[in-house]
């Protein structure tokens, strides 16, 4: 069964460092999106991406965040200079919809990657 | 604005009961998803259920079901026979199908299940 995978599954950094956690969505999907969890905390959304442009971002996806898609199959977030709080699992998700069928499909997650800043 | 409010932070129980975790939702508009994921303690997120607010049937699968009611905004689980692998914390999402901008869903705060031997 097709999987978004994600890595590393465990980054750690010092503080002011640049950062990139890279995804592969499952291949057919069209919309990717970034999450992240506190430890013990809710999962929050981040930013939507579509047609290799943003849709969407909340407002913790400052300017320090960034998205792209590389290439084909690969979507990546960078972070330019991490800050303590930005420790979190950070999750990659996508889904296959597009048109507006897009809002009732379902998002399926990778693994996480759990960021450490030192 | 939406919002999902899992009211239980923490439930336990011994394995075999029958266990019901909550979750209420705000939302304006008219037509929205609802979601159900669990988190294992391996940290991944896996979906459970997905559904429409145009469907109120209530959903069977396996031990797991779901109570859908608008007239509340509530979207409760129901573990039938729980089991030490049930052990979990859930979440409950929304999405709303009137944002232009990218299906982002809103979760819950999540409840801990533990299923006790």
């Known amino acids: 069964e097709p999987e978004v995978t994600q890595t590393p599954s465990h980054q750690v950094t010092q503080m002011g460092q640049e950062v990139i956690l890279r995804c592969v969505p499952i291949?057919?999907?069209?919309?990717f999106y970034w999450y992240r969890q506190i430890l013990g905390q809710k999962v929050e959304f981040l930013v939507s991406?579509?047609?290799?442009?943003?849709?969407?971002k909340s407002e913790i996806f400052d300017d320090q965040f960034s998205v792209e898609r590389p290439d084909g199959s690969n979507f990546t977030l960078k972070i330019r200079s991490t800050k303590l709080e930005d420790s979190a699992m950070y999750f990659c998700?996508?889904?296959?919809?597009?048109?507006?069928?897009?809002?009732?499909?379902?998002?399926?997650f990778g693994p996480g990657t759990r960021l450490t800043v030192l | 604005a939406q919002k999902v409010t899992q009211a239980q932070t923490e439930i336990s129980v011994v394995e075999k009961e029958d266990v019901t975790l909550d979750c209420v939702y705000e939302?304006?508009?008219?037509?929205?998803?609802l979601f159900w994921y669990k988190q294992p303690p391996s940290g991944e997120l896996v979906f459970l259920i997905r559904?429409?607010?145009?469907?109120?049937q209530n959903e069977i699968s396996g031990r797991y079901s779901w109570n859908f009611q608008k007239s509340t905004s509530s979207f409760n689980f129901t573990i039938t026979a729980s089991q030490v692998v049930d052990s979990a914390v859930y979440f409950c999402?929304?999405?709303?199908?009137?944002?232009?901008?990218?299906?982002?869903?809103?979760f819950g705060g999540g409840t801990r299940l533990m299923v006790k031997p």
């Open positions: 999402a929304l999405s709303e199908a009137n944002n232009n901008a990218g299906n982002m869903l809103t």
């Open positions: 991406f579509y047609n290799n442009e943003i849709s969407e």
């Open positions: 939302t304006r508009d008219t037509t929205y998803y």
């Open positions: 998700a996508s889904s296959h919809a597009s048109g507006r069928a897009r809002f009732t499909d379902t998002q399926y």
């Open positions: 291949s057919n999907h069209l919309y």
């Open positions: 559904r429409n607010s145009f469907d109120e």
